[in-house]
């Protein structure tokens, strides 16, 4: 099954400055990689995906690159500020498929 | 308000006992889910079922059985209930394969086991 591993686990940042998230995939039939975002407290949500027919998606400050020939995704975030805080999850799976799998998450923690 | 409502969001019970939660959609999606996060953050899934029927039942206890009425609910009954199933609980749904993957959580069971 696919594997995904995401880092850093911890990341913070000076509000400003700019914060890169990691995902490496396993199953390289995976060919969608959507981005969540998690409030303490609250429930995962959407921030941004990515299909495999593109290598890179912008949404004003966020956006998302994907390598398939290495089996790695990255979300970028530039311009931080606080309401950024939050645990990232990265997950991987096939669009259409109703079983995705998330990464261990980051907690980035933006510092004012 | 469209969205998933799970209940109850808080629950606290002794090992042993059996507990339930419920969870509802009204976002007309095909698919729902059972997550479970851990005190790690770890988001896994547990169950998924399109239209009723279980599609992916991950290598979870058989204490866990998810019941799907109709494809708006899909409720999780857990029997004698240890210390490692404190987690917070997320019920999700998707819309129809076609329209993508996007999964809406809803606002998560928190289950304490004492």
């Known amino acids: 099954g696919e594997n995904v591993e995401q880092h850093p686990s911890t990341l913070s940042v000076q509000e400003g400055d700019s914060a890169v998230i990691k995902c490496t995939y396993s199953?390289?039939?995976?060919?969608?990689f959507p981005w969540y975002k998690q409030e303490l407290g609250k429930r995962p949500q959407l921030i941004i995906d990515?299909?495999?027919?593109?290598g890179e998606k912008k949404d004003q400050r966020i956006a998302v690159t994907l390598n398939k020939t290495a089996k790695h995704f990255s979300l970028h975030i530039t311009e931080t500020q606080p309401e950024d805080s939050a645990v990232y999850f990265c997950a991987a799976g096939y669009f259409g498929n109703e079983k995705l799998t998330f990464g261990t998450g980051t907690r980035l923690t933006i510092i004012p | 308000d469209t969205a998933v409502s799970q209940t109850p969001k808080y629950l606290v019970t002794q090992m042993g006992n059996d507990k339930s939660i419920k969870c509802e959609q009204n976002?007309?999606?095909?698919?729902m889910y059972w997550y479970k996060q851990d005190s790690k953050k770890f988001l896994k899934i547990m169950f998924s079922y399109n239209n009723k029927e279980l599609i992916i039942n991950e290598t979870v206890p058989n204490r866990f059985s998810p019941k799907s009425p109709d494809k708006a609910h899909l409720n999780l009954h857990i029997n004698s209930l240890e210390l490692g199933d404190s987690a917070v609980y997320f019920c999700?749904?998707?819309?129809?394969?076609?329209?993508?993957?996007?999964?809406?959580f809803g606002e998560g069971s928190w289950l304490t086991v004492v």
């Open positions: 976002l007309g999606h095909d698919t």
């Open positions: 199953d390289s039939a995976s060919n969608y």
């Open positions: 999700a749904s998707s819309p129809p394969t076609m329209s993508g993957n996007t999964i809406y």
């Open positions: 990515i299909r495999s027919n593109v």
